[in-house]
């Protein structure tokens, strides 16, 4: 199994509202990674997670919270989000948090529309 | 600041091999190079990486210069399936290892 799963794949929701993306991987990944990415740009990187700990937080507003429940899940919780946070939500995976030549594992994402 | 530059776009014809180039000026000695691609409504998905030789799998091949400023990702026949945006990208020793990513070559396939 290779496979990375997000569910949704599609979210509208309002600015007030709070929902959750959710991300699975079972190939024993101990690197797992949110990326955010605006139509027709590459990924931009939000968080690591590194055996279930956060490594990496690339200077995310706190209106994004990720969260490791174990070694296969990773969650993101959203709440008053803005417009401009409209994006397809990639999750990924590695063997070991990327330094040199780790392979990503992405799901195919959530297309998140704020409205 | 690290960075990848790519052509916005390129054509070929279906069956021909493509060669789809990458600069990476800033680069340095332990830095590795990735190259990704993303079909339509799809996540990114590992094409190759190299260090230093030539890299070949069954997708493709990855030709490194010999200063390391640049490479060519090879597509040896491509197929209307290869329609895709391909990501060339580096690791960074100065940015704590992210990837350094380009803004990607739309590449279209003509049949």
């Known amino acids: 199994d290779t496979e990375v799963t997000q569910t949704p794949k599609h979210l509208v929701m309002g600015m007030t509202n709070k929902k959750s993306l959710k991300c699975e991987q079972h190939?024993?990944?101990?690197?797992m990674y949110w990326y955010k990415q605006k139509a027709k740009k590459p990924p931009e990187l939000m968080f690591v997670y590194s055996y279930e700990k956060l490594s990496i937080n690339e200077s995310v507003p706190s209106r994004f919270s990720p969260e490791c429940p174990n070694s296969s899940l990773l969650n993101l919780h959203l709440h008053a989000l803005q417009p401009e946070d409209s994006a397809l939500y990639l999750c990924a995976s590695s063997q070991r948090e990327q330094r040199t030549n780790e392979k990503l594992f992405f799901g195919s994402g959530t297309q998140l529309s704020v409205l | 600041d690290a960075k990848t530059t790519q052509p916005n776009s390129m054509e070929s014809n279906e069956e021909e091999p493509v060669h789809l180039p990458c600069n990476h000026s800033?680069?340095?000695?332990?830095?590795?190079i990735h190259w990704y691609r993303q079909l339509p409504s799809q996540g990114p998905e590992y094409v190759i990486h190299g260090l230093t030789s030539n890299v070949n799998n069954r997708m493709a091949s990855l030709a490194i210069a010999e200063d390391r400023k640049s490479s060519t990702l090879i597509l040896h026949r491509a197929t209307l399936r290869d329609a895709a945006v391909y990501y060339c990208?580096?690791?960074?020793?100065?940015?704590?290892?992210?990837?350094?990513w380009g803004a990607g070559t739309k590449l279209i396939i003509k049949p």
């Open positions: 990208i580096h690791t960074s020793m100065d940015s704590n290892y992210q990837l350094i």
């Open positions: 800033t680069i340095s000695g332990t830095d590795y």
């Open positions: 190939m024993g990944h101990r690197a």
